[in-house]
Structures are given as C-alpha cells and as structure tokens.
C-alpha cells in the first residue's frame, strides 16, 4: 500500500549545525504534511505542518519545506540543540483519512 | 486535563489475558485516534472515530483488537486473550473534525506501554 517513508533511520549533528531530516511519500494525491517530534517515553508533538498548495512554511527554528514533484518532504532545524534529540515522524494524509506516518529518524545531537 | 491522558501508564500482563486502555481527548475534539508503536518503529495506526460516524476499523490488527468510544468523549481499546506480540505503546491522539481548520493536528498522549509476559 501507499505509505510514508524516510531516506535515513539516523542522523547524528553537531551542537549548533543546521539538521535536515527527510520524508518520501508515495500518495500523490495527499493535501496535507505534518512533522511530529518524540522524545523518549512520550507522545509525538506536533512541530510544524504544511499543505500541498505551499513549498515551504517556517516556524521557531524550524522550516519544512515540500517539493510535490519527486514527492519529497524535508524538515530543517536551525542550530540544533541537545533538546532537539527525538525521534522525528512526517505524516501525509488527504482530506478526512487518518494520517499516515513514517518510520521516524532519530536525531542525535552532539555536544 | 488540557491535554490527552491516557491510563494506565503501563500495563504487565500474561499472555491471554484481556487488557482494557483508556484514553480522555481533548474537550471538543471530535475525533479520536488509536496507533500502536512497537520499541523503535513508526506509528501503526489502528482504529479511528469522528463523531457519530461509524468507526474506521481499517487498522485493526486482528479480530482480538476493539475499541469503544462512550458519549463521543472516552475511549476504550480492548485486546482479548493477549499474545506476547502485541507489546507495544498504544497511543491516543485526538482532534477537531479533519477537513476544518487545525483539524488534520492531532495530539497525542503518552500513551500505554503494554508489556506482555
């Protein structure tokens, strides 16, 4: 089935680098995108979302940026800092479906 | 509560037995969500409600798995004679109605870690 996926189960940065953390979706017809952190023990919080008639949406040092033609999905963290370290999902759905999420990224921030 | 709670927190059980988790939504969020995380895996979404529609059972793993939702608020999910491969976290999300705005966020609780002996 169609799902959400991502091109890399870890990533380790450096205390204060940008982090970039990446999503590939493979319904063409969904409309909308989330980003969802979660950190050890709790439940995923919502970062930041976009819609499918925006590219790019910016929030508190965090920037998700969508290119429909090769159904890709990215979120940027600006200067990364050790609370950043989480689990990282990307979620797509369309319309009224329940979201569909990836597996996650685990960010890994270095002091 | 301001957010989703979910109770109890963990869950020891032996193999074949039931299991009830509960989780309250948010006051006024319409609709509410059930996914299972397995130790270092994404989000496996299980069961799905919107007001008075009927459910989306679509996720649900095995006819062992159900779920209630009392007075549009308080839900249950029910795992009946439990296998050890159903340990996991069960999580709950819930939120206004999907299609209007902020409808497609969801919050989440902590979720049930469920361990299964």
């Known amino acids: 089935g169609e799902s959400v996926g991502l091109h890399l189960p870890t990533l380790s940065v450096q205390e204060g680098d940008n982090s970039i953390i990446n999503c590939a979706y493979s319904?063409?017809?969904?409309?909308?995108f989330i980003w969802y952190k979660q950190e050890s023990g709790k439940g995923p919080q919502f970062i930041i979302d976009?819609?499918?008639?925006?590219d790019k949406r910016q929030g508190q040092r965090v920037t998700v940026l969508l290119n429909k033609t090769v159904k890709h999905l990215s979120l940027q963290i600006a200067a990364t800092q050790p609370g950043d370290s989480a689990v990282y999902f990307c979620a797509e759905n369309k319309g009224n479906t329940p979201l569909v999420f990836g597996k996650g990224t685990r960010l890994s921030v270095i002091a | 509560g301001a957010g989703v709670s979910q109770s109890p927190s963990n869950k020891v059980t032996e193999k074949g037995k039931d299991v009830e988790l509960r989780c309250d939504p948010i006051s006024g969020h319409t609709a509410l969500y059930w996914y299972r995380q397995s130790l270092g895996q994404g989000l496996e979404f299980l069961i799905y409600f919107q007001g008075n529609s009927a459910p989306d059972k679509s996720g649900l793993p095995s006819d062992r798995f159900s779920a209630e939702r009392t007075g549009g608020s308080v839900s249950t999910l029910t795992i009946q004679r439990t296998q050890q491969e159903d340990s996991a976290v069960y999580l709950c999300?819930?939120?206004?109605?999907?299609?209007?705005?902020?409808?497609?966020?969801?919050?989440f609780g902590p979720g049930t870690r469920l361990t299964v002996l």
């Open positions: 999300a819930s939120s206004f109605s999907p299609g209007l705005p902020r409808g497609n966020e969801q919050f």
């Open positions: 319904n063409s017809a969904s409309d909308y």
């Open positions: 976009i819609r499918s008639n925006m």
